[in-house]
């Protein structure tokens, strides 16, 4: 299996896994952001840009998330 495939699955693994832990504490929220910027990076490697793009998108979206909550608590 190409290097590029296995950081792929498994920083998507890892993005699923910390947003089915998100409403444990808003710390996996953060983690689940860092994990969607990997998750871009890998898009922009592979040379799916769109999918890179969407994803960090995503990864502000989900910061923004954490930000709120963390002020919160």
């Not at 950081?7 to 089915?20: E, Q």
């Not at 040379?47 to 709120?68: C, D, Q």
Request: aromatic share 16%.
């Amino acid at each position: 299996m190409p290097m590029l495939t296995l950081y792929g699955a498994s920083i998507v693994t890892l993005m699923v896994l910390f947003y089915a832990l998100e409403s444990r504490s808003s710390w996996f929220t953060l983690a689940f952001s860092i994990s969607c910027l990997g998750s871009a990076a890998y898009g922009f490697l592979a040379g799916t840009w769109p999918f890179g793009v969407v994803e960090l998108i995503w990864s502000l979206v989900a910061l923004r998330k954490w930000h709120v909550a963390h002020a919160q608590e």
